[in-house]
């Protein structure tokens, strides 16, 4: 079983920075990736940032140059450090963890945290 558990969300304002961690219950090189998705209210959840198990890392268009995802495998930790947060960035984020296999075809799993709220105000 896995657990993840998100912390750092709050309100804050344009302009200024908030750092999110997730903390899971067994090593995170146990997955294939780890990442952070948000959810704004009426739209679809998306992706923000995700990091590989080699270390290598994706970003959204929207988030370039302003958000940094990072790792601590000591500490079972990814985090993501927002600097220069603007409105738009207004959302729930939710921790992900996924964990592939190839047999007989591609098949995953999402692993999720609660979530937690981030306001931007302008």
């Known amino acids: 079983q896995v657990q993840l558990v998100e912390s750092g969300g709050g309100l804050v304002q344009a302009g200024g920075s908030l750092r999110l961690s997730c903390v899971a219950s067994?090593?995170?090189?146990?997955?294939?990736?780890m990442g952070w998705y948000r959810q704004a209210p009426g739209k679809q959840r998306e992706l923000v940032a995700a990091?590989?198990?080699?270390?290598?890392?994706n970003y959204a268009d929207s988030v370039k140059g302003r958000f940094t995802i990072s790792r601590d495998s000591a500490k079972n930790t990814v985090s993501l450090q927002m600097n220069n947060l603007k409105p738009e960035d207004t959302a729930v984020y939710y921790c992900n963890a996924r964990v592939q296999t190839f047999v007989a075809g591609m098949t995953s799993r999402d692993y999720w945290g609660k979530g937690t709220l981030v306001t931007v105000s302008s």
């Open positions: 067994r090593s995170i090189f146990s997955f294939n990736a």
């Open positions: 990091i590989g198990s080699g270390g290598s890392t």
